[in-house]
């Protein structure tokens, strides 16, 4: 184990390589880079063969600059060939790369597996498959529905996900219904009776949870959040639905669509004024016409779009991460993953119903490492209060979920550093 690891991070490398195939589940700050790198660096010394870290879009190059910080040999590769002892790629590019080249696998912000598209989702469960060392690490396995912790488990080998469910939950419709078509309906699983403890002891042996390193035993110092600052502005309209005087909230996501399409000029020019004064700022948008109109209003802007080919798309965010770019426009889904952008404490957002976009968008700049408050406006209108809501609501929902989570996992692995064990043994007659 290198000096540079904190205690904390020295206790889970260890385990993890003891485990083989482990998830790591660490806030963002708590340097998993910094894990991982180690993780597979004793991999490649024990096996001989190199390792594969696969990563989101430009975090690739993020790796291997921490990594020549650390002294440990990591290069990228864009072609599909092994670049030394541990290999960086994204996940864009894995499909040109071959499972039996390497001895493990690091998967970088793992939750990002289950939103890929199914050929992807697929060939990256497959490439794990083939190989004896493999290691997930994200900030949040499954931010408000621990179901999603069976992705994680089926892709390192332990219960698969049907198998899962089978044992921990009941579902209360009673239908004969695979779980895998009630992905949308994970509210209707629950654990059935006295399972909630055995799921947390089995999650426990093969995941480890921290959202701050007391949460291990060690102390916390140097690792303090700033403050994060939340700003609501509801945009005052003219445009209404049809057939109506005045805006209601949207009552279904068709409603609530026609609402962000029929608003996309008030909410951009909202959005743009926030982040005049910003010396770095991100503007996260949902729909490619936000993200083209942003684009044009918002001075030093560079937007990224799903559509640009993977090159451009990284060239712009590894800029923007270099600070040579005044404002990022881009949606969650394609930059909200493992990027560090602690030099940005100011961002624009645009509600939607999903907690995980929201929680990883703002997890770009407010982490463990950033010096100023983060800002984050979020910019809505009278109609789309439904969605407002929703996210405040599994905003809730999300931070119990951990709660617990992190609990359960403590009592399982029964940590305890303050206590000394000096009271003396008595044995029993029979026993000598």
Not at 214 to 223: E, K, W
Not at 294 to 318: M, W
Request: glycine share 8%.
């Amino acid at each position: 184990m290198p000096d540079f690891l904190f205690s904390f991070q020295t206790h889970l490398v260890t385990w993890a390589l003891r485990k083989g195939r482990p998830a790591i589940f660490a806030d963002c700050g708590l340097g998993k880079t910094a894990m991982q790198l180690v993780w597979a660096w004793n991999v490649y010394l024990h096996t001989g063969r190199p390792v594969l870290i696969v990563t989101p879009l430009a975090v690739a190059t993020q790796t291997e600059i921490e990594a020549r910080k650390f002294g440990i040999e990591a290069a990228v590769s864009r072609n599909g060939k092994a670049a030394g002892p541990i290999t960086v790629t994204n996940y864009d590019r894995l499909h040109l790369f071959t499972s039996e080249d390497y001895a493990g696998v690091v998967c970088d912000e793992s939750s990002a597996i289950k939103a890929f598209d199914g050929a992807r989702r697929a060939l990256v469960t497959e490439f794990l498959r083939k190989l004896p060392y493999r290691l997930l690490c994200t900030a949040t396995a499954a931010p408000n529905d621990y179901i999603e912790l069976g992705t994680s488990s089926e892709a390192l080998g332990e219960l698969g996900y049907m198998d899962m469910l089978n044992r921990f939950f009941t579902n209360d419709r009673n239908s004969s219904a695979t779980g895998r078509g009630y992905l949308g309906e994970a509210a209707n699983w629950r654990f059935k009776g006295h399972a909630e403890q055995a799921f947390w002891r089995w999650v426990s042996s093969w995941a480890r949870a921290i959202r701050r390193p007391s949460d291990l035993g060690y102390s916390d110092d140097g690792f303090a959040l700033p403050e994060l600052i939340h700003r609501q502005h509801v945009v005052k309209t003219e445009h209404v639905a049809e057939g109506v005087l005045f805006n209601l909230p949207a009552t279904g996501l068709r409603e609530e669509r026609e609402e962000a399409r029929r608003t996309i000029g008030e909410r951009c020019a909202a959005a743009a004024e926030r982040l005049t004064d910003a010396r770095h700022g991100i503007a996260w948008c949902q729909l490619n016409p936000e993200g083209d109109l942003l684009t044009r209003e918002i001075d030093g802007a560079a937007q990224v779009k799903g559509s640009d080919h993977v090159d451009a798309k990284e060239e712009i965010l590894t800029a923007f991460s270099r600070g040579e770019i005044r404002v990022l426009v881009t949606k969650p889904s394609i930059a909200g993953w493992g990027l560090n952008w602690q030099h940005c404490n100011r961002m624009t957002f645009f509600p939607s119903h999903s907690y995980e976009q929201y929680y990883q968008a703002v997890r770009r700049c407010w982490r463990f490492g950033q010096q100023h408050p983060v800002t984050v406006d979020i910019v809505t209108t009278e109609g789309a209060a439904r969605a407002l809501a929703s996210l405040e609501r599994k905003a809730k929902q999300a931070d119990r979920m951990f709660d617990s989570l992190v609990a359960h996992m403590r009592g399982a692995v029964s940590i305890r550093r303050s206590l000394s064990y000096d009271t003396p043994v008595e044995v029993p007659s029979w026993a000598s």
